[in-house]
């Protein structure tokens, strides 16, 4: 394990300099919003310094968004040359663990009540989900609270999960914006860290 020190100095050694916003998961910075008037343009975000192994943006930018969906937001260095990975809007990062023999997905205290929305991405997921993939959570309950299981439609059947995911998929709870028409959007809280 490595003491927060140091996972903090390897945090402040990463930059970023611009933010932007994503209809869908990329691992390369692809699905990027475009078009409206005033058009959509990545903005200039500031990250604070690591602290408790986690930073945090330390300004909210604000963009001009066209009629589309708002899943993702990313981060990027050299004036937006070099893409440094995104995150789920409205969520953040958690490890888990799956019990493959109840299709279930294991994380103390994940928060998530039925209908919520979730991605698993940054490596391979369980056998049977899709990196990227919007799933609806199904079947928490208050018996075993830090359990939950995941549906394609609201409501819908658990996902048969047969295979462990790699130890860097993470899962995160997604918020989807949707605009009908021209609209702005601000990045009011976005965070990221080392937890293991």
């Known amino acids: 394990m490595l003491v927060d020190t140091c996972v903090n100095t390897m945090l402040d050694a990463v930059t970023f300099d611009l933010a932007s916003l994503h209809t869908a998961y990329s691992a390369t910075g692809a699905n990027e919003v475009a078009g409206g008037a005033p058009a959509y343009a990545r903005k200039a975000i500031t990250v604070a310094a690591a602290a408790a192994r986690s930073r945090a943006a330390s300004t909210q930018p604000l963009f001009d968004v066209p009629a589309t969906t708002v899943r993702f937001i990313g981060l990027w260095t050299n004036a937006g040359?070099?893409?440094?990975?995104m995150f789920a809007n409205g969520g953040s990062e958690k490890g888990f663990q799956v019990d493959v023999t109840n299709n279930r997905v294991l994380c103390e205290v994940h928060g998530l009540v039925n209908d919520d929305k979730v991605?698993?991405?940054?490596g391979t997921p369980p056998t049977g989900l899709t990196e990227g993939t919007v799933y609806f959570v199904v079947g928490t309950t208050s018996a075993d609270p830090d359990y939950?299981?995941?549906?394609?439609?609201?409501?819908g059947a658990a996902i048969d999960i047969t295979g462990q995911?790699?130890?860097q998929c993470k899962?995160?709870?997604?918020?989807?914006?949707?605009?009908g028409a021209q609209g702005t959007f601000t990045v009011s809280a976005l965070s990221f860290g080392i937890t293991e």
Not at 81 to 85: D, L, W
Not at 119 to 122: A, L
Not at 148 to 153: D, G, H, I, R
């Open 119 to 122: 991605v698993f991405y940054g």
């Open 81 to 85: 040359t070099v893409f440094r990975g």
């Open 148 to 155: 939950f299981q995941v549906a394609l439609t609201q409501g």
């Open 165 to 167: 995911p790699t130890a």
């Open 171 to 179: 899962f995160s709870k997604l918020i989807e914006e949707a605009f």
